[in-house]
């Protein structure tokens, strides 16, 4: 009985097994992908909180030191870097609300879960991108 | 049947000794920071690129120098406790694990002390 059994995996472990879904070939599911953004997007928020302590310390600091601020931020990089930090603080606000529904007991079913979060990702870009054609209406020559 | 004692169980505290503290610390900071977020937003953007004297004028008035005290401080807490648990998921070598939980503790007092003081400073 046990050397049958034996032979019979040996058998069946020879043969080509299918393999579990792997992240690299499977279509990433809506509640994955805004999950790992939700992760990413905090990151981005954590090493952001240089960038807001830099501005304060800056505009502690002097008129000179604001005016180094100032000027990378105006830059393309700095506005990229901005852009950035908008869109990161407006993803994880709005998925950080569909968090807290979770929490609570809303909005589990999968196609639910799938809606909320493609609208959190359009609604953030949208935020992102409104905020900025705003400030750069408004402000024109700052910015 | 349950092997665990009444202690144990009365105490709440579970495997990882803590309970859901960590969880209610994370919501209730996240709730607090919802409206702050938005209002901090929409300072940055009207703010960067004006100049010092505007900053500083914007800053000095406690309507606006309160909340974004409140918004570096419970951002800092927050912060701690988000990436405390992406440390604790990713790195699993013990040393280095501790070593990055502690950083990330002092990352977090420091930046919310350099921010606060700086902020302090101005508004006074």
Redesign the interface.
Known sequence: MVRFLMANLAKTAARARPLSPHFQIYRWPVTMVTSIIHRLTGLALAAGTLLVAWWLIAAASGPAEYDIFSAVARSVVGQLVLFGFVWSLAYHLLNGIRHLAWDVGYGFAVPTANRTGVLVVALSLFAAIGAFAYAYAMKGVHL | MSTRTPLSRVEGLGAAHSGVGHFWRQ?VT??A??PL??W???I???L?????DT??AF?RMPFNAVPLGLF?VI??IH?AL??QV?IEDYIHHEGRKIALLVLNQF?AWI?AA??L???V??AL
């Open positions: 919501r996240a709730v920071l919802a977020a938005i901090f937003a929409v940055a953007l009207s960067i690129g004006a100049d010092r900053a500083v800053l570096i951002g800092a912060m988000g990436v992406v990352f930046v350099a921010s003081f700086s902020l400073k101005i």
